[in-house]
């Protein structure tokens, strides 16, 4: 009997020290670079200050639309954050938060379905707005990696078709409390994943007892509530309205508000060219990144936001079209497997909830859809229950597609949300300190026009001043002792 071949160790080390190099990149550059995105000094730094009794609003006033926001928006991501910051004594501690979210689900999918960390990590890190998030203060990806954690469940309950344990639901009762406690948008997809959790796991107990758990159910249905709707519920009876500030009507009933998903779209979410495109196509051609690099210096940023709003590309992309399609190709491919139904199945459902909600095109908001892709690819390539002969030619090709994906995006931006070298937290807020200083205690800054850099006047990051601040949306500033407006 001839002996049996030695498995070669060099490609499995190579990539566990590519997922290490970039991983420690990924560390220090969220730790050390400032984040000056624009919802990070717009409103994250300041929302997680004030939550976390940093920054109360005697600090720092908010003007009207920043602080009605804070009041109808879930607040648990900016309060872990500002804890963080509080702890840490630097806003960017916050950054654990994502970093965090990513490596719970490459522990889910090791945990579930033997998924090597490595090839995990590296598969998230090829979406471009994933990599570009591991470093800032935005909360997408945090909500949308909790959604996805979930969905891992349910795959895993699908496939094994075993009764739900309390640690399962456990484990998806908090990340969709996370989710839901995140962001407000999120709340309806949190909604329907509990759901769909709640009645696989009451037909397994059904097929087991021979009749339906009436107290399970029960308790499910308590367990939802109080992961997925404190905060519509809090907005229901404090402003009649369960997503407050946005204004909207059912069956003639209106849910009042300050805001509209139309005045949204029409002032920062929608290109003025594909505002008569119904939303599904929109998101279709935002996944397929259809003509969504025209005028972009760089091909992937934080919110895609950075061109006119006219140009076609004004908010759409983000996952790396070539990525999307081998990634598609590669599950449509073992499409027919019958063990890879439940699989599949579950994929298809995300596919047409992403499509149909609201500004679905800007992909940064529903993230969960391509985070389950790529966790797709990575069940059928790995997990035990989908050995085969077909399973060995998947990996090594979903292998291939990930590392020349994560390459490509590397390299198409210049690695640049890869550098560890960048403005410092001092280098932001050094600007500010001639104007704090010559202020006596006591008195009213106001920022206006560029309201966003007003966090960086206030004791958040001068914790030895006694001044006010104030966000300003014009320059009528009574009350102010001094105005500063920012070009």
Excluded at 202 to 225: H, T, Y
Excluded at 294 to 310: E, N
Excluded at 327 to 336: P, Y
Aim: glycine share 6%; hydrophobic share 55%; aromatic share 10%.
């Amino acid at each position: 009997m001839s002996p049996e071949p030695q498995r070669r160790w060099w490609p499995s080390l190579a990539v566990d020290a590519l997922a290490v190099v970039t991983f420690m990149l990924i560390v220090v550059r969220a730790f050390r670079v400032a984040d000056v995105n624009w919802d990070t000094l717009q409103y994250h730094w300041s929302y997680a200050a004030r939550a976390a009794g940093i920054c109360d609003p005697q600090c720092l006033a908010f003007d009207s639309g920043i602080d009605v926001r804070y009041h109808g928006f879930p607040m648990v991501y900016h309060w872990a954050y500002g804890m963080l910051w509080r702890i840490f004594g630097t806003p960017l501690a916050g950054h654990a938060l994502t970093i965090g979210a990513v490596v719970a689900l490459c522990v889910e999918l090791r945990r579930r379905f033997e998924v090597p960390l490595a090839w995990s990590w590296l598969a998230f890190l090829a979406i471009p707005l994933v990599q570009i998030h591991l470093s800032a203060s935005y909360a997408d990806v945090v909500a949308n990696a909790a959604i996805t954690l979930a969905l891992i469940v349910l795959v895993d309950l699908l496939v094994t078709r075993r009764l739900a344990t309390f640690a399962d639901l456990a484990i998806a009762a908090v990340a969709l409390a996370t989710a839901a406690g995140t962001k407000l948008q999120i709340i309806p997809v949190a909604g329907l994943a509990w759901l769909a959790i709640a009645i696989v796991a009451i037909v397994a107990r059904r097929r087991r007892d021979g009749r339906f758990p009436w107290a399970f159910a029960a308790g499910l249905a308590v367990a939802g509530i109080i992961a997925v709707l404190p905060q519509a519920l809090a907005n229901l009876w404090r402003f009649h309205n369960p997503f407050y500030p946005i204004a909207f009507s059912i069956a003639g009933h209106v849910f009042p508000g300050e805001e509209t998903v139309a005045i949204i779209q029409q002032a920062s979410s929608l290109g003025t060219q594909w505002k008569d495109t119904p939303s599904a196509l929109r998101w279709l051609a935002s996944v397929l990144e259809f003509d969504a690099f025209r005028g972009r210096s760089m091909p992937w940023t934080i919110d895609q936001g950075d061109v006119l709003q006219s140009s076609p590309s004004f908010r759409m992309g983000g996952y790396f079209v070539a990525y999307v399609i081998g990634l598609v190709a590669l599950i449509v491919s073992r499409s027919r497997a019958r063990e890879l139904r439940p699989l599949v199945g579950v994929m298809a459902a995300v596919t047409l909830l992403c499509a149909l909600l609201p500004n679905s095109h800007e992909l940064r908001y529903y993230m969960f859809w391509m985070l389950m892709l790529v966790a797709s690819v990575l069940i059928a390539a790995f997990a035990p229950a989908f050995a085969g002969r077909a399973q060995p030619a998947l990996r090594r090709d979903g292998g291939a597609l990930v590392l020349i994906a994560l390459a490509s995006v590397v390299l198409m931006t210049g690695a640049a949300y890869l550098k560890t070298s960048g403005m410092h937290i001092r280098d932001l807020v050094a600007p500010t300190d001639a104007v704090v200083d010559a202020l006596a205690p006591g008195s009213t800054l106001c920022v206006a026009n560029r309201d966003r850099h007003a966090i960086l006047y206030s004791r958040a990051f001068h914790p030895n001043s006694d001044i006010h601040v104030r966000m300003l949306q014009d320059a009528d500033a009574p009350g102010c002792t001094k105005v500063i407006t920012l070009p």
